[in-house]
């Protein structure tokens, strides 16, 4: 079982996020509970993918529910959350 954390970026993009969207919170809390049991997707059930290139203050993995992205890092057994975002309908044209 893994400890889902999240940094000031995070909780800012949540507050401005959840203003607009009201579904974010019940997709946050499916988020938390995917990453409290496997964060690196080791059974394959879930959209989590590991990034290249990417420093480790920006988050690692990505995980995707529907349109919703949540970038994190693992260490040990906490996950951090560092990034929440949507795509707009139009993004890949």
């Known amino acids: 079982m893994f400890i889902v954390k999240t940094n000031t970026h995070f909780d800012k993009l949540m507050k401005v996020l959840s203003k607009r969207y009201f579904e974010l919170p019940d997709i946050y809390v499916e988020a938390v509970e995917i990453l409290e049991e496997d964060p690196?997707?080791?059974?394959?059930?879930?959209?989590?993918?590991?990034?290249?290139d990417v420093t480790d203050g920006l988050g690692k993995f990505r995980l995707r529910l529907g349109r919703w992205r949540f970038r994190y890092n693992v260490s040990g057994n906490a996950v951090i959350f560092y990034y929440c975002g949507i795509r707009s309908e139009d993004t890949y044209g």
């Open 40 to 52: 690196y997707n080791l059974s394959k059930r879930f959209n989590i993918k590991k990034l290249t």
